[in-house]
Structures are given as C-alpha cells and as structure tokens.
C-alpha cells in the first residue's frame, strides 16, 4: 500500500467515521485514498471551517474529530482552530499535508513549517519521516488527543512519503514517556470530603472538564444527595440541569449576581474541571477571599496555577466525584447545617432572577432567545435527543447562555478560551454530520457570521439540515457596549450598518431563509425556520442595547453593574 492508504486505514482502525477537509496539489495523494474508503469526506469552503467543524464533530460525541488540509495556507489557515481546539481542551486530529521531503526547506511553492508554526498550540505534533511511519504517527495522534486532557494533535505529511510504498502498523502506540493519570489519589480524596462536610457555605464550581470526563451523573449526585449549590461556567452549561433548584446559574463577567456572590461569600469552593479563567474570576485577589479551595482536576499542571488549592486532587473528575460522594456518605454530614447558606443563596435569587425581557418598538434580543427557548422545548427530541446549540462569539452567545436553559450535556457547543468568532455554523454542520437526527441551531451574530458565511454553501450542499438564528444588531456589539462603558464612547470600527442583504445571501448560497423585524412576528418566524428539511436561516433585526449584568475586566467578580 502507499503511505496514503495506510494512512486511511489507520484512520478506519481508529473508528474515523468522517473527515472534513479541503483539497490542494500536496494532499491530493491522501485524497485520493478516501476515495476508497468508507469514511465520509465533508469538502468545506475554508480550511479553518474544516477544523472547526472537526470540534463540532468532537464537543458533540466526545469522539476524536478529524480536519485533513493541504500545505502551505490550507495549513495555516487551521492555526486558528488548533488554538481553539486547544483552549477548549477538544479531541482533535489536525492532518497537514506538507512538500516533498527533498523540497523541504528551499521556501518551495506553498511550504510552511506548520510544526514550528503551531508547537505554542498543540498538545503533541508529529512531522512524519518515513512512509513506514505513517500509520504508527495516526494512531499515536488519535491515542494523545483522546486520553488524559484531551486536545489537538497534528500529522504533517509529506506528498511524496503519502505516495511511497508503507507497511502496515499496529493499532496499539508504544508511548513509554506518556503517561496519564486518572485515579484520584485516596488522603486527598478523604481531605476534599472532610472540607465538605465541615463547609457552611460550599459551592461546586464545575468547568468544561467535567464534560470531558462524562462526570454529569456524577455531579449532580453528589449535589443533590448533600444539598451543594452548584455554578458552571460557560463550557459547563448542561452538565447541570439549568432548572434544578440547585443550580445558581452561570458565573464569570455576564454571569448571574447569586453565581458570583455566592463564590464571593463562600467558604469553599469545589473546582471540577474548570481552570480559574479570568473571565471567571476577574481581579484574582478578590475571587473567594474567605474560600478553602478544593481543585479537582486531571491536568496537574492546572492545579495552583491561578488560585492556591488548599486541597488538590489530580485525576479524573468523574472518579473523583464518585470518590468523595462515597467517603462523604461515610462521614454522614449534617445538611441542616446549610440551612442559612441556602435562605441567603435564595433570596439573591429572588431578587436578582432573569431580567423579565420585553419588546420595544424593535425586538429585543433576550426576548428572542426566550422565544427560541421555547421553540426549542416544543421540538420532539425524537432519536436525535435534545436540540444541540452551537454559537459565535459575542452579545449573542452570553444571551444565549443565559437564556436558553440546557438540561444535558453535550447540547451546547461553544468557543470559550479563544472566543473565536466563526466558530458556530461550521461547529454545527460537524455536530450535525455527527447527529443527523437532533436538531442544530446555529445562534450567531452579523459580525460574527461574516466570518465563516461560505459556509453556508457548505450546509446546503452536505444537505445538513442546520438552523441558524441571526441576532443583526448592525454592529460588533460587544466591541461596541465596551467602547461605550469604558472608552468614553468612542465606537472605533464597530459599526456594520452595511446594508446586507441576507436573505439574498443566504438564498444565494442554497440556504432557506427569512427575516422578521415585527416582535409579533417573531415566534411564527421561529417555528417555520425550524421546521424547514434543509438549511435555514433567520435574520431578527434586534435592538441595540448591552448585555448585563456584567463586571468590568479586571475588576472584582462580586462587582457586577446593570
């Protein structure tokens, strides 16, 4: 077999079921394999979309996701994905096709050292050598991006190795200097228990690890059976049911009020999977002044690295959790002790609930995420499960955060560490190729959509049957609320009021689409976006305002305005 094939049939023994990609002259041998292969190639219009869609794939199965690009700017066009991939913590294989081996390094036609140009951002990169070492360099990429703290990996390989004759390969790496850890160690274990039960003011803060480590059952029994209030960050959304009475909804900079007092006034705070982000904890020597901290975590590295754990405890957060829900059921902690905790907890939530969002004479953006809240209720879930959401990055997505109400996880797709605008409509095309039977809805905004808008094509010829809710407020809006609350005002390069036409668009490039400015109109709009068989989209002509409450960057959590 050539390289390529072996390639390709690495790619099979790995349970690849499709690969998004783009052709060009340097990956055209691979290309060619997959011709014979039953995995499913996915041609999108955009490198970048490639692996974004890739992580849609990945954050909606928790499988590996694969993006397969030429060399030279096909290659450098995944860099913005691999940061994102790698922020988010995704399983993700990147495959870079690369020059011929004797043309390395003589700046040929479209050579890129994309090994040096993305080392910063992967978890582990390989610049294949051999033909022979093709398929071994496959399955050790798929082995790193899945096991431990998952992330992306890159295979670069050279046209003329992909051409050459290969060997075949076992499916099991030889990895002696890898080496992860999930069993959580027992004294810590026992220490994280004692904390809890001696806690009078606990709060579980759970993060995008806890996703990865399927802890959702977990979580939310160890919460329940001891009363423990509990706030996700954004990458945590559904992991806890959002209308459990335990949750205090999202926490971080457009959090709720309860979420970030009660991380302000606790007196420990149980991080799972979550890293202590700046969004989070604004001016870090105010986050939790009179917390113990307690850091589940499988990354070591994570632990201390932003607030001192006072009880650190490495390993893998579902095993963790089950751990000290068992340890605490042997301590058998009084839960009246919570008793005051929980009547302050509730009246922070009785006085500062979700805003009650009303139309003006345009419609008002919170509003339409509640209308397509309950739009998304009333679809049957059927074989596909709940609505999955995927987003841009912007107003609209902490709208969409904290108005939409997610009961599983899985269901929401987002970019949180990068905050990569472009994210969501090829997001959802990986996470609806992944699902075909759930229904993807695509909530975005117009600068954001700009990015990634050939993507469209991209759905309607996949025929993959996403829904995307356009929030047009004409502007980079949450460039614009910062320029108006903390540069005086002054809207540098933050208008878009170009006059696009995006039904013309959208219908140009094979999508469904229609456009509602009339708040009577909304929820009929909604429900015929919804039940289109293809690709849709909904332009809602929205009322600039800001997205509060929020805290200013920098600033104390507990500090929150509007």
């Given at each position: 077999m050539r390289g390529a094939d072996r390639l390709i049939e690495a790619l099979e023994r790995e349970g690849t079921e499709?690969?998004?990609?783009?052709?060009?002259?340097?990956?055209?041998?691979?290309?060619d394999a997959l011709?014979?292969?039953?995995?499913?190639h996915v041609l999108v219009r955009h490198e970048a979309a490639a692996g974004h869609a890739a992580e849609g794939y990945a954050k909606a199965t928790g499988r590996v996701g694969v993006a397969l690009v030429t060399s030279g700017p096909g290659a450098t066009n995944l860099v913005t994905p691999i940061a994102d991939a790698m922020a988010d913590s995704v399983p993700t294989v990147f495959l870079t096709a690369q020059v011929s081996t004797p043309l390395r390094g003589t700046n040929a036609f479209q050579e890129c050292d994309v090994i040096g140009v993305t080392q910063p951002i992967v978890k582990h990169s390989i610049a294949v050598e051999s033909a022979d070492a093709i398929a071994p360099a496959i399955h050790e990429a798929f082995h790193v991006a899945r096991t431990g703290r998952p992330g992306p990996v890159l295979v670069d390989v050279p046209s003329?190795?992909?051409?050459?004759?290969?060997?075949?390969?076992?499916?099991?790496?030889s990895l002696p200097g890898y080496r992860t850890r999930t069993a959580p160690n027992g004294r810590q274990v026992r220490r994280a228990a004692?904390?809890?039960?001696?806690?009078?003011?606990?709060?579980l803060y759970a993060g995008g690890g806890i996703v990865h480590a399927g802890g959702s059952d977990a979580l939310r029994a160890l919460a329940r059976t001891h009363r423990l209030p509990v706030t996700t960050t954004l990458m945590a959304l559904g992991c806890f049911p959002a209308d459990d009475p335990l949750w205090l909804g999202m926490l971080g900079m457009h959090g709720t009020r309860p979420a970030n007092w009660a991380i302000d006034e606790a007196d420990l705070v149980v991080a799972i999977g979550a890293r202590f982000d700046d969004r989070v904890t604004g001016e870090v020597a105010s986050f939790a002044p009179g917390a113990k901290v307690v850091h589940l975590d499988l990354d070591a590295a994570e632990i201390s690295k932003i607030v001192p754990a006072h009880v650190p405890v490495v390993g893998d957060a579902r095993r963790a959790l089950e751990a000290i829900a068992a340890e605490l059921d042997r301590i058998a902690p009084d839960a009246g002790r919570l008793d005051p905790w929980w009547a302050r907890l509730d009246a922070w939530?009785?006085?500062?609930?979700?805003?009650?969002?009303?139309?003006?004479?345009?419609?008002?953006?919170?509003?339409a995420l509640d209308a397509l809240a309950e739009a998304l209720d009333r679809v049957d879930a059927g074989p596909?499960?709940?609505?999955?959401v995927t987003t841009d990055v912007g107003q609209h997505q902490m709208w969409a955060a904290n108005r939409l109400r997610f009961r599983e996880p899985r269901r929401w797709l987002t970019s949180g560490g990068l905050g990569t605008m472009g994210f969501g409509v090829p997001a959802a095309i990986g996470a609806q190729v992944a699902m075909p039977d759930a229904t993807v809805v695509c909530v975005t905004g117009d600068g954001s959509l700009l990015m990634h808008l050939q993507e469209l094509a991209t759905a309607a010829a996949e025929r993959a049957p996403i829904k995307v809710v356009l929030l047009d407020n004409a502007s980079l809006g949450m460039v614009r609320q910062q320029q108006d609350l903390f540069w005086?005002?002054?809207?540098?390069?933050?208008?878009?009021?170009?006059?696009l036409d995006w039904e013309l668009i959208a219908r140009g490039l094979g999508v469904a689409a229609r456009a509602v400015e009339a708040p009577e109109e909304l929820e009929e709009a909604l429900a015929a976006t919804l039940d289109e068989p293809g690709p849709a989209l909904l332009r809602i002509d929205v009322a600039t305002v800001d997205c509060l409450p929020m805290f200013a960057p920098g600033t104390p959590a507990r500090a929150m305005f509007g």
């Open positions: 499709v690969v998004f990609g783009l052709p060009g002259g340097a990956s055209l041998p691979i290309h011709e014979d292969s039953p995995i499913r003329d190795l992909a051409k050459a004759p290969a060997r075949a390969a076992t499916a099991a790496p004692e904390a809890i039960a001696a806690a009078r003011r606990p709060v939530r009785a006085e500062h609930g979700p805003r009650a969002a009303v139309h003006g004479e345009r419609i008002d953006p919170e509003a596909g499960g709940p609505p999955i005086g005002g002054r809207r540098t390069a933050s208008a878009l009021d170009d006059g």
